[in-house]
């Protein structure tokens, strides 16, 4: 569960804010839109070494 204490004179669009920063860095919505939809292993497989790649050559860019 959430809390996101407001102290007084607080204004509630930055307690809104506050709740929704902490409600991302939770990962809820995200986990809820991976299981919607069946990955076959081997898209998966294909989609991490697609990521593998990507930095590979993001770090052989910055030398």
């Not at 569960?1 to 804010?17: F, Q, S, T, W, Y």
């Not at 991490?48 to 770090?59: L, S």
């Amino acid at each position: 569960m959430i809390i996101v204490p407001i102290k007084e004179g607080d204004n509630i669009e930055k307690a809104l804010k506050r709740f929704k920063r902490k409600f991302d860095k939770t990962g809820v919505v995200k986990e809820l839109r991976r299981r919607q939809a069946f990955n076959k292993p081997s898209e998966a497989k294909r989609e991490e070494k697609k990521h593998a790649i990507y930095v590979q050559q993001m770090h052989i860019s910055e030398q």
